[in-house]
């Protein structure tokens, strides 16, 4: 899909379009910090105390067993607003590329709890979405997945359909509320974590990291100099490079699927492109998923300043393409390297932490020494997606 101009692929698409519903059933430093930082996340972050021993070493296994499911999201691909640059003008004409919901189920059998993950195409889940998600599997499971351990990330592309909030400020740009796109994602997820229960197997979680080169810059040098110097000094560079990823696996050991976080925009798809898009990240999936023969999420971490565009600065529609492949490329090749590679297993028993905050009662050190409240926005909308 990703191979050629959208104008070039006008009979793929729609046959691709055909398939793809027929092909959707798939039957951080610690972990802990990592899934808590997994993207554009709503609530929750499951615990796994440690990590240590070689895969064949099955001392200690965990006792689990992992489903994992995928499902279409693609909303109204034409006139309704992108969720991402806030343009008024950026309206949808059409398909690059699908939009999907990956969910990964686990069970730990020592002591009954699950977790519920997922990563999806699209901008950030909304509080909202999350909610109504969880209600739906309520309605299903009864009290096996609740706002405690269902986690939802966004892989944070800028070109997919937005109006998916309650809130205003978000739905800003696409003059409001879209009710067809709302339940596009909400029975999507829904769908994709239903089928992740219900092909859950014995397996267990191998985990692997290393650094990602060339694929992203620091787009605020000036902001990040304002960290203290013992914060910086941690880290060798000023962009967070390293990619976490972990592998499920069968008991034989057979793949199952994989999800990894790793800290880049998906914006090299910029305001001039009409296209529906997983950008950079959908693209890294896409080639992942066609080489192994399983499914596998490529989320967000910590991307806040870290850009695709710094050396060729702001997307101007005639490259986007073939710089959305060529760093959705260098994420999946790294990957490959990680999955091929892994054999740290997780170790301990499964746990997750969920919380709120006030952030009407929060307040920010500036950079003047003094302690400032929240602004209005961050109080009403943007703490609380």
Known sequence: MF?????QLAQEVVEWNKKAKEEMVYSRRKFIKIVGAAGIATLGAPVFPKISKAATDHSGTMDLKIGIGKYDITGPCAELGFLGYFDFEQTGQGIHSRLFSRAFVIEDLSNGKSVALVCADMAFCTQSVHQTVIKKLKNRFGNLYTEK??????THTHSGPGGYSHYLIYNGSMLGFNEQNFNCIVEGIFQSIVRAHGNKTKGRILIAKGDVEDCGGNRSLPAYLNNPAAERNQYPTI?????????FVKENGDAMGSLNWFAVHPTNMGQKNRFISGD????????????KGVVSAFASSCSGDISPNMKYGLPDGVHDFERTM?????????AVK?????IEELVGSLDYRH????MNHRHISGTNKQNVACCIWVKCNCWKQ
């Open 3 to 7: 191979d050629r101009v959208p104008r």
């Open 338 to 342: 990680l999955f091929d590679s892994a």
């Open 326 to 334: 060529k760093f959705g490329r260098i994420q999946y090749e790294n």
């Open 239 to 247: 962009e967070y490079k390293e990619m976490t990823l972990i592998k």
């Open 149 to 154: 351990n269902v986690l939802i990330s966004g």
């Open 355 to 358: 919380t709120y905050v006030d």
């Open 280 to 291: 950079n990240k959908g693209y890294a999936e896409e080639l992942f998923e066609k080489d």
